[in-house]
């Protein structure tokens, strides 16, 4: 098929287009995070800065963001002069030709590099600020949680966590979003996943037209505006014309497929797809909506040269999402959405109650410190990532990541704990044992120690309160009474206020010899009293005894003569 692009002329009412681009981090990005330990922004920021930048020149087209991709971001510090290049307008002039080519930033600069690339700008949040200025944006939930699966498994307290995390995440980086507008990740989103929306204060949906189909065909393309009843409640839908959002993302359909086209044959068939529309009824403008897919990875330079050439011609005009919103629903009678879809690729509910559990486990571990808040903060939030739409189209990739946020969750738990020393020898029936205890977090940690024997001889009171400094290690003398003599192995473990177990356990041997010291003590005092005895013995014999003639002096001369 040969698309011939027709300039209708200044006789027709232009089309009104909205473009919506997501900046959305990818399964394989989210992955590569986690495996090395840094954040998730540094692995798409070369990806996501170039979407954002084919955006650059057109305030009126807006971002789909996901907050992940601005966590730690200070809005309010000054740009560098290299990011306020990438968000100023091109020079006067410079249009679709060369010249314009060789003064924008986000294009090739010949050296196998493009202009994003050069300025040594790590902090994502940083760059998209300016670039946000004035720009209309759907705020998606930290992580982008998938909406309906998190519905389908009865697990919306994840989608909640999400969805403040990521209001938090805007705040602190001085972004603004459209209010009560949703994106679901489902192809097809169902009425249950309307209705949570709902009663979490949506009040708009974007979805695929398909979603709400028309009951009878009609003969030209209507405005993008529809409206699903949920739960009782009206949210207004805001509906993504298909064949428009396929072209915007540089593919054309093939039947039930998607077939990626040349850079020319993208740009043309975005053309001649709303020139088209525009001929439909060339004295009624309309106003439709075009989304790029979620996983968009496609060439940015070309996103760019698409949208720079829809909003230079003459049929169409771009336009913010919010005018799409104060445009009323035509009124076309549209099939309802089911009541329940579940779609391949939803994560299914036994892993999200994992993640459930490794999330629960996790604050109540962080109650032994005083800012629980802070603790293991990274960890939690990659547990969230487990929850990702972005897993749709790697469902195995999804159980791997699983794997290794859980695995991560149980080493901050293992930081802390008792350890095991040597044979410990108890001689006498009341002393102190010797227990060390560790803490390698990064808080003073507060918790109980308490000791459980396995036999009679050691008789031990309650749990005794423990203080570790951060970072460190403490040992506590705790008294014991000792019974006997045996060798007894005691478990030590730590515990929170409410009494569950914290960190790693030790069996401590003790050598319990409880009569060793009596029988030291009786030892020494018979040797004493021994030695007593014949000390008085030796004394008495050498006196001499009363009444005995002492033998008179022999003369000198004698003396001297023997």
């Given amino acids: 098929r040969t698309h011939v692009v027709w300039y209708p002329g200044s006789g027709a009412a232009p089309t009104v287009v909205s473009l919506l681009v997501p900046l959305v981090p990818s399964s394989a990005e989210l992955a590569a995070a986690a495996l090395e330990g840094g954040a998730v922004a540094e692995q798409s920021h070369d990806r996501v ?24 971001s200070d809005a309010e510090e000054t740009p560098t002069s290299s990011t306020d290049a990438l968000a100023s307008p091109p020079a006067e002039g410079a249009g679709d030709g060369e010249a314009g080519d060789a003064e924008d930033p986000a294009r090739d600069t010949g050296d ?57 995440t805007f705040g602190a980086a001085g972004l603004t979003s459209l209010p009560g507008v949703v994106w679901p990740a489902a192809q097809a989103p169902d009425l249950d996943t309307a209705r949570a929306h709902a009663e979490r204060g949506a009040s708009s949906l974007i979805l695929p037209d398909p979603a709400l189909p028309l009951r009878q065909e009609l003969t030209f393309t209507p405005t993008g505006r529809g409206t699903v009843t949920a739960g009782g409640a009206s949210v207004s839908a805001l509906l993504a014309e298909e064949a428009l959002s396929v072209a915007l993302g540089g593919a054309r359909p093939a039947g039930d497929e998607r077939v990626e086209a040349d850079d020319l044959g993208a740009r043309q068939h975005l053309l001649a797809l709303t020139a088209m529309i525009t001929r439909e009824r060339p004295s009624d403008g309309r106003h439709v909506l075009a989304v790029a897919r979620r996983t968009f990875d496609g060439d940015a330079a070309a996103l760019r040269e698409r949208i720079s050439a829809l909003a230079a011609a003459p049929w169409a005009h771009l336009a913010p999402l919010s005018d799409l919103l104060e445009r009323p629903d035509p009124g076309f009678d549209r099939v309802a959405p089911r009541a329940v879809v579940r779609e391949d690729g939803e994560a299914d509910s036994s892993l999200l109650e994992q993640v ?6 996790l604050e109540a571990f962080a109650t032994i410190v005083a800012e629980p808040e802070l603790l293991a903060r990274e960890e939690r939030r990659r547990l969230l990532q487990v929850a990702s739409a972005a897993w749709r189209v790697d469902p195995a990739g999804r159980q791997a990541f699983a794997n290794v946020s859980r695995a991560a969750a149980a080493d901050v738990q293992k930081r802390v704990g008792v350890i095991a020393t040597g044979t410990v020898n108890l001689i006498s029936e009341v002393g102190d044992l010797p227990v060390s205890v560790r803490n390698g977090l990064d808080q003073e940690m507060t918790a109980q120690l308490r000791l459980t024997p396995d036999g009679p001889s050691i008789l031990l009171g309650d749990a005794v309160p423990v203080v570790v400094p951060a970072e460190s290690e403490s040992t506590i003398g705790v008294r014991v009474n000792a019974v006997g003599s045996a060798d007894v192995e005691i478990l030590a473990v ?32 018979a040797f004493v009293a021994a030695a007593l005895i014949l000390g008085l013995v030796r004394n008495i014999r050498r006196s001499p005894r009363r009444g005995d003639a002492v033998p008179p002096e022999a003369p000198p001369e004698e003396v001297a003569r023997t």
């Fill in 49 to 72: 800065l170039g979407v954002a930048q084919a955006t650059a020149d057109h305030p009126a087209v807006g971002w789909a963001l996901d907050p992940l991709l601005v966590v730690g």
């Fill in 112 to 168: 196998g590099t493009d202009g994003a690339s050069q300025p040594d700008v790590t902090d994502l949040g940083q760059v998209l600020a300016p670039l946000a200025q004035g720009r209309e944006i759907v705020a998606l939930t930290y992580a982008d949680v998938d909406d309906g699966a998190t519905v389908h498994a009865d697990r919306l307290d994840l989608l909640d966590a999400a969805g403040e995390i990521g209001r938090e």
């Fill in 356 to 361: 459930v559990a490794a999330q629960a486990s």
């Fill in 494 to 525: 730590l515990t929170d206020a409410s009494g569950q177990v914290v960190g790693d356990a030790a069996t401590l041997l003790v050598r319990v010899r409880a009569d060793w010291e009596n029988i030291g003590t009786a030892v020494i005092a």
